[in-house]
């Protein structure tokens, strides 16, 4: 794999995402970009792989409204018990949310080592980590704003129709 941080740039309606993939394909990390720090050292070289196309159409689709899972090829890289979060965390229906505390209990686990590999979760949008709140119902995912408007598009917020159709 290539030194350089990014290895694609995809746009969305809530800004940009790098992306990241393994020599197979498989989509190794999607995260949001702050598009005022963009710059082309923090992307390195632009590889337009055929996964980051069908990426690009499957992320598309997610803001449409039309695509509520994905099916592109991942692999993050994680430990055994980030493995087992990541995979709750795919189960909470589009649109839902789950408890941080009782995602805990039904892992078995403490709060903060969950709350912590929901941070640490590589894939924004493939991995929701935005339907994971609080005990005030707000995401705790680190992407911020951005999960908010998430969870509020899958939720059908007419509001955010505006934002999303000057993409």
Do not use: K
């Amino acid at each position: 794999m290539s030194s350089h941080p990014w290895h694609f740039l995809l746009e969305s309606p809530l800004g940009p995402l790098g992306a990241r993939a393994d020599a197979q394909g498989r989509v190794t990390h999607l995260q949001f970009m702050d598009r005022n720090r963009l710059t082309l050292d923090c992307l390195g070289e632009l590889q337009p792989h055929p996964a980051f196309r069908f990426l690009q159409r499957q992320v598309d689709a997610f803001f449409q409204g039309t695509c509520r899972t994905f099916n592109v090829p991942m692999a993050p890289v994680a430990t055994a018990f980030q493995r087992r979060v990541w995979d709750a965390l795919a189960e909470i229906p589009y649109g839902g949310t789950l408890a941080l505390d009782l995602l805990a209990t039904r892992l078995g686990a403490e709060g903060p080592s969950v709350s912590q590999a929901v941070q640490e979760n590589p894939l924004v949008l493939l991995i929701p980590g935005h339907r994971i709140v609080d005990a005030h119902g707000q995401p705790i995912d680190r992407t911020g704003r951005q999960a908010g408007l998430l969870l509020g598009l899958e939720q059908g917020e007419r509001h955010l129709s505006p934002l999303l159709a000057n993409a």
